[in-house]
Structure formats: C-alpha cells, structure tokens
T-cell receptor, first 113, second 110 residues
Framework: NAGVTQTPKFQVLKTGQSMTLQCAQD?????MSWYRQDPGMGLRLIHYSVGAGITDQGEVPNGYNVSRSTTEDFPLRLLSAAPSQTSVYFC????????????FGQGTRLTVV | DAKTTQPPSMDCAEGRAANLPCNHSTISGNEYVYWYRQIHSQGPQYIIHGLKNNETNEMASLIITEDRKSSTLILPHATLRDTAVYYC???????????FGPGTSLSVIP
C-alpha cells in the first residue's frame, strides 16, 4: 500500500516555465487536496477535489490549475511559474464519507528562479 | 479562515506530559476534532481524532470538553522526537474543504 505518492521530490524552474506536480493515491479516497507551505509558515490550501470530475478553489488558488479525471490522480499545474511560487507543496487524500484521517505525501520542494 | 485557535508555541520537559490546547468555539455538531503534527519539513502525520468522547491511542490522548468548544491533546511522556508543529482542525464527514491554522510549535527540552 503506497499511500500518497508525490513526484517529483525536488524541482527547479525558471520564471515563466510550466510544469505539473503529480499526486497519486491508492486508497480509493474521494477527497484530495493540494497545500503549499512557505518557510516558517503553516499549510495553505490551493485547490481541492471531492471526487472525480469535481474541483474547487482553496485559499490561494491563483497561478495554479487542477483537474481530477480519475479517483487516484490529482495533478497540480503551474502554467507560468513565478518566484512567489517557490514553496514546498503537499498533496493529501482522505475519505469524505467517513471520519478517518487524511494521508499526506512527502512533499515536492519547488524553487522558481 | 481556520476554525480553530492554538497557542503559537509551547515548551515541555522531556519525560513530562505535553498538554496542547485548542479552541474551536464555533464547532458544529457533526464536526470532528483532528490532530496532526509536522516534524521539520515532512508531510503532516495524523495523531488522533474524536467527536465528543475522550479518545486514546498509542500516540496520544484527546480530551474534548463537554460543550465541545475546546480540546486538549496530551502526549503522556514527551520525547525529543515529539518536537514538531501540532495542528488542530475540525472537519465534518462531508465535502467541505480542510483549512489548517498556524498550529502550535512544541519544543521538548532535555
């Protein structure tokens, strides 16, 4: 049971480049979400999804796109990277219908230069 | 906005109990209290959750007041490895988004 898998673990981008952060879970969880964490700060919600085909904005959605075509995958797209998007990104998944814990990936450390 | 408030930091002597408070005065009847912790820059780790009864597992105990407006996470014998940021959140078994507050930075001191 792999849990929540994020790839890549590290990435350096140039300003204006695009990329996709991958997140996959094998627990058949309905709910998936993306957070960013800046140095010394807490987790801020970017986007979330309550099931395949359904996504919604979180606290800091600007500059990011998401889609949820399958239950397992929830990729996060940066269309035109900016230095302000330098951060650690965490993906999480959980059930929506049961009071159980959320599982987090180990994070993607992104630097935009 | 986060639905909980926590002290920004706390210290605890190694081997003593660490009691971390959380205020959730606007909690709804169907919302559970969850605790997570984040060690250094790792992904957050689940600790425990509860609805209205006190809960205990191998990691910690959760005490929820009778009016459910506050709770306390208890680490019975804190070790240096318990130094982390602890997050208290409330969440219903629904399709609502999950917002984290800034948490409490716990330092366990030798």
């Amino acid at each position: 049971n792999a849990g929540v898998t994020q790839t890549p673990k590290f990435q350096v981008l140039k300003t204006g480049q695009s990329m996709t952060l991958q997140c996959a879970q094998d627990m058949n969880h309905e709910y998936m979400s993306w957070y960013r964490q800046d140095p010394g700060m807490g987790l801020r919600l970017i986007h979330y999804s309550v099931g395949a085909g359904i996504t919604d904005q979180g606290e800091v959605p600007n500059g990011y796109n998401v889609s949820r075509s399958t239950t397992e995958d929830f990729p996060l797209r940066l269309l035109s990277a900016a230095p302000s998007q330098t951060s650690v990104y965490f993906c999480a998944s959980s059930y929506s219908s049961r009071p159980t814990e959320a599982f987090f990936g180990q994070g993607t450390r992104l630097t935009v230069v | 906005d986060a639905k909980t408030t926590q002290p920004p930091s706390m210290d605890c002597a190694e081997g003593r109990a660490a009691n971390l408070p959380c205020n959730h005065s606007t909690i709804s009847g169907n919302e559970y209290v969850y605790w997570y912790r984040q060690i250094h820059s790792q992904g957050p780790q689940y600790i425990i959750h509860g609805l209205k009864n006190n809960e205990t597992n191998e990691m910690a105990s959760l005490i929820i007041t009778e009016d459910r407006k506050s709770s306390t996470l208890i680490l019975p014998h804190a070790t240096l490895r318990d130094t982390a940021v602890y997050y208290c959140i409330v969440r219903a078994t629904s399709y609502d988004k999950v917002i984290f507050g800034p948490g409490t930075s716990l330092s366990v001191i030798p």
